[in-house]
């Protein structure tokens, strides 16, 4: 129970830390989101008027703090530069297709991996448990990112068995992710 509540009150600076982090990293970025979404050819003002608008030519320390403000009092993540709505309603639309990514994955995990653990353990020293270990260190050591586009070469392009776009949220569109 200590552990746990441990662990569960690490999160709050482990999250004020990324937060912290991630923004100073965004402001530092060369450039602005004004010249960045209105293009190189647009009127110093108009970069300007856009700058203001997304509060970018306020102080840094300000900027952070409202930020903070902003996400504990209501939750409020900003506005996107991209799409000029709220980052809340951006994450809030793609939640639905990540919880069943992370679901399926889970899944995948428990019906593969639990069967060939107890195997390799009931087995102790034997060519399985050999053959196993050797098989989950080779996939522990693959590069997702890499994993992942050879599953879609193969299986995607190759083969045809699954869809490569991401606009199949079928549950055979989620297959390869999960794979991954």
């Known amino acids: 129970y200590r552990y746990f509540l441990k662990r569960l009150l ?3 600076p482990t999250m004020l830390g990324v937060i912290i982090l991630v923004f100073t990293i965004m402001s530092i970025t060369p450039g602005d989101p004004g010249r960045q979404i209105l293009g190189s050819s647009a009127p110093q003002s108009a970069v300007d008027e856009l700058n203001h608008e997304f509060g970018v030519d306020r102080p840094f320390f300000v900027r952070l703090g409202d930020y903070l403000w902003g996400i504990l009092t209501r939750f409020d ?7 000029r709505t709220s980052v809340f309603v951006e994450i809030n639309a ?8 992370s679901f399926m ?3 995948g995990e428990m019906l593969i991996g639990v069967p060939l653990g107890i195997l390799a353990a009931v087995k102790q020293y034997s060519p399985t448990d050999f053959i196993s270990t050797v098989i989950a260190m080779m996939l522990g050591a693959v590069p997702g990112f890499w994993l992942g586009l050879m599953l879609l070469y193969i299986f995607g392009l190759k083969l045809g068995l699954f869809p490569i776009t991401s606009s199949s949220v079928t549950v055979k569109g989620v297959v390869l992710p999960a794979l991954t």
């Open 10 to 12: 690490l999160i709050v």
């Open 77 to 83: 993540f900003g506005t996107s530069w991209r799409t």
């Open 94 to 101: 793609r939640f639905p297709i990540t919880l069943r990514l």
């Open 105 to 107: 994955a889970i899944l």
